[in-house]
């Protein structure tokens, strides 16, 4: 895939990398960079990520043939509503928000068939910050995209190309469908993190080991961000509390019988998912 | 600390890397190790564990100083209990378990006061075996020293010496104060780990990125130690998930009001826990 101009809106560790990555296997001729406050695109154009820099949406869309949307979820349907007046008849949306169905829903419809699609990449990290960009973010990870019915077929195949272009695998779902498995394998795990971590008496920190940081880890996470994101994924992530509450129980009944065989089975299978996973990348090795 | 003779029983990842670390920094004179089956002791004599290997643990045991009983949890006392007639008057015995009071309770007043200090270097990981033993492994690591009235001081200082001479910050803690806390920092955290791992479906696994990797680690850990572990501290385990249910319950009132000013000021207080932790090692920076 090569595109003439690639437009990122928001340049911070995932729009950063989208630039640098693009810029670095020449998926683009040049790369815009949109975001407010400015300070951030001198640094986006330092580091490489982009070629010219933006602080008002318009004149970077005017010219862009893919604008990725790389703001916090509860600003993407916005942004993209708001830009999509300005592009030309064949420029192409997309987003990385992590969650899908509301984004969707809000701008499906309202725009012509075949202007957007949405796209969610498993990379990033609890950090965060254009410091963090890395332009192999996204080689072998996973990116997700996720047509509805009413999606141009020929839009969803220039996305899954660009993701594919950065490195990505692409896996193709609802985005009803993202958002439930996002929910058990991204969402739950960051709201037991800060669970964990929001439990943990002040005097114990120096016992927490290991163990606690590589659990906890993902609760470094802005909370503004991951507000958004529980927000406008709020029934999925209900049903995947149910879940882990259904599981939790059954540790609670084998712990107050004592009942070894029962601990014993449920360690066993987490064991085997876990050892299932590795500890590779998604798509590496597996 | 200068030893003459150590004699670690149990050679996995944590007695291999007692040994490992007391040869490397000096701490004895040479270090014998005990283990069933034999083949291991082949091993842990190559890496330069060990000086010399013994199947039963009398022999060892008679020509040793200090005692380092590294099984798991539920064999820690019996072997404590089954080595020390075997022993000089002056013999002192610890251990590594990551539980204290059972362990304590059965050993103290069955052995003359003295023989026995509890410990539990926060070291170690979901890894098990001689093949991950490291020198540096309790290097700027926490080690819990967990005396009761009825230890003898003396003791108490020869075993806080000896973790410290590895490269160790010592610890005291009484047992049940110990187990309360690392219910909190350890063995819930790795119940919750565990939980989230086994309620993945297999058809989402590829969808499984960076974060729930990170949170769930710690499950890939050996199923039968860590029963071992929960049934040992099961009151403060089922205390911890207690705790862990009341804030549960908490992120789930904030999402079902859709209260985005409580799930924000439930995350910034886990984010500010996760980033006082920080990313090193306990005691590393600190």
Redesign the interface.
């Known amino acids: 895939m090569k595109l003439s101009t690639l437009t990122v809106v928001g340049v911070g560790l995932i729009g950063g990398s989208v630039g640098l990555a693009a810029r670095r296997r020449g998926v683009a001729g040049r790369v815009l960079g949109v975001s407010r406050p400015a300070e951030s695109l001198g640094r986006a154009w330092s580091v490489g990520a982009i070629d010219e820099g933006f602080v008002d949406a318009a004149p970077a869309v005017a010219e862009a043939d893919l604008v990725v949307v790389c703001t916090p979820v509860d600003h993407v349907a916005a942004e993209v509503l708001a830009a999509a007046p300005h592009g030309r008849p064949t420029t192409l949306f997309t987003d990385v928000g992590s969650t899908k169905a509301v984004i969707v829903r809000a701008v499906d419809g309202r725009l012509p068939r075949g202007a957007f699609v949405g796209s969610h990449p498993?990379?990033?990290?609890?950090k965060r910050g254009l410091e963090h960009a890395d332009a192999d973010l996204f080689q072998d990870?996973?990116a997700?995209v996720t047509p509805t019915p009413s999606t141009d077929p020929a839009a969803v195949q220039r996305v899954a190309e660009f993701w594919q272009a950065l490195g990505a695998n692409v896996?193709l779902m609802s985005p009803e469908e993202h958002d439930r498995?996002?929910a058990?394998?991204?969402h739950?795990?960051?709201?037991?993190?800060?669970?964990?971590?929001?439990?943990?008496?002040?005097d114990?920190?120096?016992?927490?080991?290991?163990?606690?940081?590589?659990?906890?880890?993902?609760?470094?996470?802005?909370?503004?961000v991951?507000?958004g994101i529980?927000?406008q994924n709020?029934s999925a992530?209900?049903a995947a509390?149910d879940?882990?509450?259904e599981?939790?129980l059954l540790?609670?009944r084998a712990?107050?019988a004592?009942d070894?065989g029962t601990?014993?089975h449920?360690?066993?299978?987490?064991?085997k998912?876990?050892?299932?996973?590795g500890?590779c990348?998604?798509?590496q090795g597996?």
């Open positions: 498993l990379a990033g990290s609890e990870r996973v997700v896996v498995a996002v058990l394998t991204s739950l795990p960051h709201l037991v993190a800060a669970a964990l971590a929001g439990i943990l008496p002040p114990q920190h120096h016992l927490a080991a290991t163990g606690f940081r590589d659990t906890t880890r993902v609760a470094a996470g802005d909370p503004s991951w507000t529980f927000r709020r992530v209900l509390l879940r882990l509450g599981r939790l540790f609670r712990l107050e004592d070894s601990l014993d449920l360690l066993g299978q987490a064991k998912v876990r050892d299932a996973l500890s990348h998604p798509g597996q």
